[in-house]
């Protein structure tokens, strides 16, 4: 505004200011110094727009000062929310979001693009407010990361995922109804029933009158644990973290 009319008496009514990005603190400096006049108010205080000639008047109280500011032109700069799906869209993907709501990226600095779920990518204000700038940058790099297992043909599985003791799973779904990642599941398919019966040398009878066996897909498992903690029966545990091992670390450590 001040560019293009150099003259032009401009307030902004602010409560708190963030100038984030590269330059823009600068850029934020520059403007209170050729005479942009920020004024703070607190987010309760009343404020009210009201029609006088061709222009309008902002009444507003700014930190207990009745203030009103004649203007020919009135910005409401509203809050960036996360779309009204995201909670829809998290639970079909499994994408876990912030507190704010926005989805949520596996590192802030180490995996940016990234998500908790493999081949879910983000980019743009669907992980936070940001600019055409950043969310361009974020796309390219998103654009990149989600070519790489495409053309190499292959994803490789983490080491560490959920193993179920047949022998002692009672089929209750407890693993199923705490895994964040959809990666277990309970089934009584006749498959899974002879699979188990070889595997625990039960009989077929005794398996079939449990409700199931829980069933682990290592593809989707994050080996995070909360099943192996939850399990009523210690039927679960994760490849390499069971409770032996954890307790042996934890000796160690205290010794
Ligand atoms: S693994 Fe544990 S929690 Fe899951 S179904 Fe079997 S007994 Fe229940
Ligand atoms: S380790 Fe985590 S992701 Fe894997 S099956 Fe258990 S709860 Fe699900």
Request: charged share 25%; glycine share 8%; hydrophobic share 40%.
């Amino acid at each position: 505004m001040k560019e293009k009319i150099p003259d032009a008496h401009v307030t902004v009514l602010y409560t708190d200011v963030r100038a984030f990005g590269k330059g823009c603190e600068e850029f934020y400096q520059r403007v209170r110094a050729e005479g942009v006049n920020y004024v703070r108010r607190e987010l309760d205080e009343r404020i009210e727009v009201e029609k006088r000639g061709e222009g309008v008047i902002v009444s507003a109280v700014c930190e207990g000062e009745e203030r009103k500011f004649p203007a020919d032109l009135v910005v409401l700069a509203t809050a960036v929310v996360p779309r009204c799906d995201a909670e829809e869209i998290s639970r079909i993907l499994k994408i876990p979001r912030g507190s704010e709501g926005f989805f949520l990226e596996a590192h802030p600095k180490l995996r940016p693009v990234d998500t908790a779920i493999d081949g879910v990518f983000l980019a743009g204000c669907c992980q936070s407010p940001k600019d055409i700038q950043d969310s361009v940058a974020q796309a390219v790099g998103a654009a990149i990361r989600a070519s790489v297992p495409i053309l190499r043909g292959y994803v490789e599985v983490e080491p560490t995922v959920a193993f179920v003791n047949e022998h002692i799973c009672v089929g209750c779904g407890t693993c199923v109804s705490v895994c964040p990642f959809g990666a277990v599941s309970v089934e009584h398919s006749e498959a899974t029933m002879a699979r188990a019966v070889v595997a625990t040398k039960a009989k077929a009878s005794e398996l079939r009158e449990r409700k199931g066996v829980a069933v682990v897909n290592e593809v989707l498992c994050k080996g995070c644990g909360s099943c192996a903690a939850a399990c009523p029966s210690g039927a679960i545990s994760v490849l390499h973290f069971n409770e032996r091992q954890l307790l042996a670390q934890i000796d160690a450590l205290s010794a």
